[in-house]
């Protein structure tokens, strides 16, 4: 059996439907390569938190440009703050952080809270503009984390973001909203993901600090469920970003053994159930994601 077809055994094993795309990071010159594993990896999916990893790369441009100074310190009132689970929006008291550490926390613990004000500070346009330098043409941010909870308040109708998602959470009902539609909200394809990584890992898209600064954050996600889950091992580093929402659940990564080519890989799923907790779809990514690693780990050629 391929890779491919063991990957769309695991995801519905698991109950869901699932989008993978994974491609070595060689030394090739060419934009993509021709070592990759798809399941459905060229259709458009709903990208989730996922949206943060252009965010960022659009913001680490602007400092490239000197355009912005990555030190500029904000405070923060975290009652007037996108709501969600982590960061700044769980604190009491007002925050003075820098703008990077804000892109940091945005990345390691999926702020929402901070990710809506480094957008605030860049721009959709720079995001945009990020997408068409790299040609990745099905990728679309039409906002941030505060606009994806005006549009479940409006769709579930109800009046907070807490009152929403337990709507969603309830599985007697068949909710459509447009957070799931890819049509309607920010959505990309798994081919273009990877795509953005293998261009991000090949020093393509930013300066070498800069490109440094990325791949260091990106190391320090703290989720473990997802990809991380797959490569329990203390010499194997996975630089990743997950993105979550209702019945969603995803993770871009890379991976990168010692001594070996760095390999990039996107799982997007859409369970049929709507528990807060789905822990068989995080195993789903998890393995969905080793098998295609393992299949395309290869060791480093020696320079000529």
């Not at 769709?155 to 309830?170: C, I, R």
């Not at 473990?224 to 993770?251: D, L, M, Q, Y």
């Not at 390999?263 to 709507?274: C, D, K, L, N």
């Not at 393995?287 to 050629?301: D, F, H, K, Q, Y």
Request: with cysteine.
């Amino acid at each position: 059996m391929s890779a491919a077809d063991r990957i769309r055994a695991v995801f519905a094993d698991a109950g869901c439907t699932g989008w993978l795309h994974a491609r070595r990071c060689d030394d090739s010159a060419a934009e993509t390569s021709a070592a990759e594993i798809s399941v459905g990896g060229d259709e458009r999916v709903v990208i989730a938190s996922v949206y943060k990893l252009a965010l960022l790369v659009a913001f680490c441009r602007h400092v490239d440009a000197g355009r912005i100074d990555p030190t500029a310190r904000l405070t923060v009132l975290p009652a007037d703050c996108t709501p969600g689970p982590t960061g700044i929006a769980v604190l009491r008291d007002p925050v003075t952080m820098s703008l990077r550490d804000l892109a940091t926390s945005m990345m390691t613990v999926s702020d929402n809270a901070a990710a809506d004000v480094l957008l605030g500070e860049t721009g959709l346009g720079p995001v945009e503009e990020l997408l068409n330098d790299l040609g990745l043409t099905r990728t679309r941010i039409v906002g941030g984390t505060a606009d994806l909870h005006r549009s479940l308040v409006r769709d579930t109708d109800t009046h907070t973001t807490a009152e929403a998602f337990a709507t969603l959470a309830e599985n007697d009902e068949a909710w459509s909203v447009s957070a799931y539609d890819p049509s309607y909200t920010s959505a990309t394809t798994p081919e273009e993901m990877t795509r953005l990584l293998r261009a991000l890992w090949a020093g393509r898209v930013l300066s070498p600090e800069q490109t440094d600064f990325v791949r260091s954050v990106m190391r320090r996600q703290v989720w473990p469920h997802r990809i991380a889950a797959a490569f329990p091992h203390r010499t194997v580093s996975v630089a990743g970003k997950t993105g979550t929402i209702g019945v969603i659940r995803n993770e871009v990564a890379v991976v990168e053994f010692p001594d070996e080519y760095p390999v990039a890989v996107a799982v997007f799923t859409r369970a049929a159930r709507a528990d807060p907790e789905l822990p068989v779809v995080d195993a789903a990514i998890t393995e969905s994601a080793r098998i295609a690693v393992t299949e395309l780990r290869r060791p480093l050629l020696p320079p000529d």
